[in-house]
Antibody
Framework: QVQLVESGGGLVKPGGSLRLSCAAS????????MSWVRQAPGKGLDWLSY?????????YYADSVKGRFTISRDNTKNSLYLQMNSLRAEDTAVYYC?????????????WGQGALVTVSS | EIVMTQSPATLSVSPGERATLSCRAS??????LAWYQQKPGQAPRLLIY???ARATGIPARFSGSGSGTEFTLTISSLQSEDFAVYYC??????????FGGGTKVEIK
């Protein structure tokens, strides 16, 4: 079955960096667009970024993370990444990787369990 | 940028009763709207896409309707496992993708 497993979360100081990974299994990873969505404590869902199936084009970011976060993927490793730089307290959240729907429309049919990122001094 | 507004913020319903949740878009999103369910400590789960199509494995008591700017998620007879937070999301025009603020369905 489809599985998405995030890792790499943790505690980081303001201004620091962190790299999240998402290991995918149970489907043809290279056929799917992927995305990152976050959820601050007690808040709603906040879309961050998309990447195309090939990873070479079609990269989009929310304004809140543009220039600080970079999405990437390695289809040989069935993995999605989010490099987060210049982290701020307001980036504290659970970060989910999510698979774009099998029909290519930009909703999410599978989600990982999430990785908690805490930005605090 | 499209803004999604959900109402009410909290809905108190007794088990077995019907729940009706609303989602409004600031401009037309056609039928490009999805609904998700999220339980405490869990990831969101896709319920409805294309405004009214149920995702795989979703019970028939969940139904979606609407088009343009007004959408509704109906749970026909609430079960104990349905008490959760529900989010709508438009995917008609992006970036950015937009989620609504959520409706919490709680036990009355």
């Amino acid at each position: 079955q489809v599985q998405l497993v995030e890792s790499g979360g943790g505690l980081v100081k303001p201004g620091g960096s962190l790299r999240l990974s998402c290991a995918a299994s149970g489907f043809s990873f290279s056929d799917h667009y992927m995305s990152w969505v976050r959820q601050a404590p007690g808040k709603g869902l906040d879309w961050l970024s998309y990447i195309s199936s090939s990873g070479t084009n079609f990269l989009y970011y929310a304004d809140s993370v543009k220039g600080r976060f970079t999405i990437s993927r390695d289809n040989t490793k069935n993995s999605l990444y989010l490099q987060m730089n210049s982290l701020r307290a307001e980036d504290t959240a659970v970060y989910y990787c999510a698979r774009v729907s099998v029909d290519g429309a930009f909703y999410f049919d599978y989600w990982g369990q999430g990785a908690l990122v805490t930005v605090s001094s | 940028e499209i803004v999604m507004t959900q109402s009410p913020a909290t809905l108190s319903v007794s088990p077995g009763e019907r729940a009706t949740l609303s989602c409004r878009a600031s401009q037309s999103v056609s039928i490009n709207l999805a609904w998700y369910q999220q339980k405490p400590g869990q990831a969101p789960r896709l319920l409805i896409y294309r405004a009214s199509a149920r995702a795989t494995g979703i019970p028939a008591r969940f139904s979606g309707s609407g088009s343009g700017t007004e959408f509704t998620l109906t749970i026909s007879s609430l079960q104990s496992e349905d008490f959760a937070v529900y989010y709508c999301q438009q995917y008609n025009k992006w970036p950015p993708l937009a989620f609504g603020g959520g409706t919490k369905v709680e036990i009355k």
